[in-house]
Structures are given as C-alpha cells and as structure tokens.
C-alpha cells in the first residue's frame, strides 16, 4: 500500500534518515522541477532551486503542521527560493527571459510557442496558471502555495489564460503568414 | 486543443523526462551528508564534554579524599585516583548519561 504525503511525512518526522523523505522527494521532484523549469526557463537553474527547497524542506519539516498539502508547502519554498535567486541574479534572469535557453526543454512541438507565451506573463501570472492548469493544483493549494489571497489566484489564473490565449493566437497567425509568405 | 490541455500536456512530458534521472540521489547525498556532519559535530561536542568532566573526576575525588581519609580506603576511590577510567563505573556512567543525553538531543523536536 502506498503511504500518503501526511503519513510520510509524519514517519520523516519520526525517523529522521529514514526512507520517508526519499519517498516525497521522489514522488514530488518531477513536478517541482518541471514547474521550476517553465518557471526560470533554465534547466540548471532549476535543478539548483529544486534541490535548495527539499533540503528546506528536509531541515524544517517539523515546521509543517499539515494545515496545506504537502506538496503545496514544498512549492511555496521553492518559490521563495525563486524569488531569492531572482533578487541575487536578476540580470542573469532577464537575460534568461529574453528568450527560451538551449536548455529549455522542448517536449513536444508547441513547447517553444507554449515558452514564448509563457514568458509574456508576469511572474505571478505564470506560477498562477503553471500550478492550476499544469500541475494539477486547486486554487486552495496555489493559493497556499503562493501565500495568496484565494480571490487574487483565480483573477490570475484566468488573467494568464486570455494572455495565453491571445498570444498563442498571435504566434498561430504570425507562423500561418511565414508559411504562406513560404508557399508565395 | 485548449490553453489549460496544452499546459498539462508539456508539463506531463516535462514529468516523465524529471521521472528517472539522477537528482534524487544527488539530493539524498547531500541531506545524509549533512545529517553524517551535524553527527559528527555533536559526537564530536559530547566527546569533548565528557573527556573534560572526565579530566575532573580524579581532583573531585582527591578533594574528598582529602577532606574524609577513609573514602580514599575505598576500592573506587583509589582507581579514580590513579585515572583508571576502565575501573571506574561512576566515570562509565557519567560517560552512558552524556551518550542519552546526546541521542535524546537528537531526537528531540525542532533540534534538527
């Protein structure tokens, strides 16, 4: 039977060393990366971050009283951890902005486009849509995880959608109009 | 396909590329690491401790020995005296009392 994030993180609690931890850092890494990746749009970058909040995580986890999820504890760490890098290396990361990196992966074919559109939203707007429509998160939980009002995530959530919309329109038209000029 | 499916689509190909490559293990190094070294560090404090209130143990003993003759008679006093630790169950006592007191700083909560 598979334990639940509370039971594991209890057993953490515990038996520090114990195998507990090693379960939710397994369990919860893939997203949290990938969330941190789309968030930085840099691979290493968020790697470093990833691991900078599961080591938090890790060392104040008695801190955790099971009023949110875990999982939604863990990505409000990491995104104070993003904002932190954000505040030491912000030239680094408005170059990162500019464009998607080499390392941005590109999973699927819209990928690049999906990038683009991303890095039009603000910060906030970002980690809104990223949380709830990607990682699977409710408002509750983004709200947790981003330290804000439940109102004031939905308004983002659904800001970050006609933005996405709007610009993954534009980038529709504007590659229709390259291959037209391409068939022309 | 919708914004909201074109989002999970690529952060679930995201997932699946994160599933199994080597950064769990490079963060389990590093919290056992940093566990092995807060260990050491402590261990390395009780060590400390009790090798000073081992170094105490015989003057202690001397200074009742001085006070009251007849205590120095007495078998413990004398090995204490001539810093027989291994002879000494009061000194492996104290040094047991250091290593509970040491393993229950441990597990208290909040110590780490």
Known sequence: MELNDIDLVTLAKAARGSAAFETLVRRHNPALRAFLLRMTSDAALADDLAQEAFLKAYRGIEGFRGGSSFRSWLFAIAMREAQMARRKDAARLRLANASPGEDVAAPAEFSIDLQRALLTLSDEERAAALLCDAAGFSHAEAANAMAAPLGTVKTLVARAREKLRAAMSVEEDGNGAENGAACA | ?112
């Open chain 2, 1 to 112: 396909m919708t914004i909201e499916e074109m989002l999970a689509k690529d952060f679930s190909a995201l997932k699946a590329r994160f599933a199994d490559d080597a950064f769990v293990s490079r963060v389990i190094a590093k919290l056992t690491g940093a566990d092995r070294l807060r260990l050491i560090v402590v261990g390395g404090a009780g060590v400390i401790g009790a090798a000073i209130a081992a170094a105490q143990f015989p003057a202690l003993v001397s200074a009742f020995a001085d006070a009251a003759p007849a205590i120095a008679e007495l078998p413990l006093a004398e090995s204490a005296i001539a810093f027989d630790v291994s002879a000494a169950p009061l000194l492996a006592a104290a040094l047991l009392f250091a290593f509970v007191g040491g393993a229950t700083a441990l597990v208290l909560p909040g110590a780490r």
